[in-house]
């Protein structure tokens, strides 16, 4: 079947820009992860829905960052006025639930100018 | 939040057992150990866990010391695409029930030929 998918897998942004990232969880999969990643550094932790809500956002970095899942599904992670700092891979990550292992996407790289 | 200590790096030879150690001496009664393992360019792949018997699944095994504070993942016969940056998680569990994955800077595996 076919797993977590992410689109676009890279963007360009000028700086003060507004971006959106999507991801596609895996089918009847209710939880959903956001997690950013530096280079050479491991994932760090964004936001986790179960279901339609955030349950816990406690890692976006602050309030230009933020994320909706309307239907349970799909996911897109928005950023407002872009500043370098945010360049990094955006990986999504869906689990059948939250006790089982999570399953990644390909992640999309996001380069700020 | 229990942490983890992983040697920066790794070589293995191809067709040899590859055995990656992991310190969690924090870790509570009800944490498990995750592995997980980022091939370049992709999204972290899960491998497997454990809470305090050893494992094994088609993938690797996993030794869990009987003290549980630390644990070992071991890739039997690596093969050059087992090339990739392990990381070792604890299972983090909140209030609410986010299940977020924490982690470090991992190890990088080099399987040589």
């Known amino acids: 079947g076919a797993g977590v998918s992410q689109t676009p897998s890279n963007k360009v942004t000028e700086k003060g820009k507004y971006v959106e990232l999507r991801c596609d969880p895996i089918s009847g999969h209710t939880a959903l992860y956001w997690y950013r990643q530096s280079l050479g550094q491991g994932p760090e932790f964004l936001i986790y829905?179960?279901?339609?809500?955030?349950?816990?956002d406690s890692g976006l970095p602050n309030d230009r960052f933020f994320a909706v899942r309307p239907e349970g599904s799909v996911s897109t992670l928005k950023i407002q006025r872009t500043e370098r700092g945010d360049s990094a891979v955006y990986l999504c990550?869906?689990?059948?639930?939250?006790?089982?292992?999570?399953?990644f996407g390909p992640g999309t790289r996001l380069t700020v100018t | 939040d229990a942490k983890t200590t992983q040697p920066p790096s790794m070589d293995c030879a191809e067709g040899r057992a590859a055995n990656l150690p992991c310190n969690h001496s924090t870790i509570s009664g009800n944490e498990y150990v995750y592995w997980y393992r980022q091939i370049h360019s992709q999204g972290p792949q899960y491998i497997i866990h454990?809470?305090?018997n050893n494992e094994t699944n088609e993938m690797a095994s996993l030794i869990i010391t009987e003290d549980r504070k630390s644990s070992t993942l071991i890739l039997p016969h690596a093969t050059l695409r087992d090339t990739a940056v392990y990381y070792c998680i604890v299972r983090v569990a909140r209030e609410g029930g986010s299940e977020k994955l924490v982690f470090g800077k991992g190890t990088k595996l080099t399987v040589n030929p």
């Open positions: 454990g809470l305090k």
């Open positions: 829905f179960q279901g339609t809500g955030a349950a816990d």
């Open positions: 990550a869906s689990s059948p639930d939250r006790a089982n292992e999570q399953y």
